[in-house]
């Protein structure tokens, strides 16, 4: 070692080894780089060390020959390099930080996220609601009167453009309605609409549409072109709520059934089932009319 490496190592005298100016890692390099490559190829190209000093340490890059039995050796300091490699580790860890702050604010954004699911699902479960009950009854859980009419509306569209498509509809209400009201009270009256509603969906389900269209008076569309199987449809209806057991006030009804004609208006079919209805009331009630 010459007497420039020295003053660049600071050192006072010569050391004994290369090994006691070398880190600890480059100790171990030294020893397993340096020495095997030195045996096999006469020499050694830019090998990079770390040396001691007395409060840092000086990264170098050495080139190493054997010539006539010795080894001749250059040492160039690379403070440079040193520098830059610092440079990187500490980009690296800015873009671990940055990694990091990305990450939880990913999961803040999924945590975000979830919370608008959850809402959106409250508003359609909402607007369900909502929808429900613009169309349903809220009493009996029927259609309502405006659902009624759009379907007739509807209905009677279809059977203008395909007479395959035909139907009939059946008007009726409970048999003194008024007065199971003014003798046993509104809440039992409710119990029998609501009852009434229930032994209908258990008869009567799609294609054919049941409303509750006034206070005590339903309807019924029936989907079919025959109006003799509606007209059975009806009357075993009839028989069902006059004969089935109540948990309330047994009733009966009287039914008004009436089936398209080429030409009808919603209100020319409509007249015509109220008139069939009133006609059974008229013989007696707890009956079915056809017109």
């Known amino acids: 070692m010459n007497q420039t490496m020295r003053e660049i190592l600071r050192l006072d005298k010569m050391p004994r080894h290369m090994h006691d100016v070398l880190t600890v890692p480059s100790k171990v390099y030294f020893q397993t780089y340096f020495v095997p490559s030195i045996s096999m190829h006469q020499e050694i190209r830019e090998m990079y060390l770390n040396f001691k000093l007395v409060n ?47 990450d939880e604010a990913y999961n803040k954004l999924l945590g975000l996220l979830e919370v608008v699911e959850y809402k959106q699902q409250q508003l359609q479960d909402l607007n369900g609601e909502l929808q429900e009950l613009a169309t349903r009854n809220e009493l009996t859980g029927l259609y309502n009167r405006r ?13 203008e453009l395909f007479m395959t498509r035909s139907f009939s509809l059946l008007m009726f209400d409970i048999d003194h309605f008024k007065t199971v009201n003014d003798t046993h009270g509104h809440l039992v009256g409710d119990d029998v609409l609501r009852e009434v509603a229930r032994k209908l969906e258990y008869k009567i389900y799609s294609p054919h549409l049941v409303a509750r269209i006034g206070g005590e008076e339903f309807a019924v569309l029936f989907d079919d072109p ?66």
């Open 56 to 102: 840092r340490t000086l990264p170098v890059l050495m080139n190493v020959s054997k010539r006539n039995g010795l080894y001749e050796g250059i040492v160039v300091p690379i403070t440079v390099r040193d520098e830059y490699e610092n440079q990187l580790l500490k980009s690296k860890k800015e873009a671990e930080k940055i990694q990091q702050q990305t």
């Open 147 to 159: 659902v009624f009419r759009r379907n007739l509306d509807a209905a009677i569209n279809r059977a």
């Open 226 to 291: 025959n109006h003799q199987k509606n007209c059975e449809r009806a009357e075993e209806l009839r028989c069902y709520i006059e004969k089935s057991e109540w948990n309330s006030i047994g009733i009966t009804v009287s039914m008004g059934i009436t089936s398209f004609r080429k030409g009808d208006q919603s209100s020319q079919i409509y007249g015509r089932a109220d008139d069939a209805q009133y006609t059974s009331k008229r013989n007696g009630r707890n009956c079915l009319t056809r017109i």
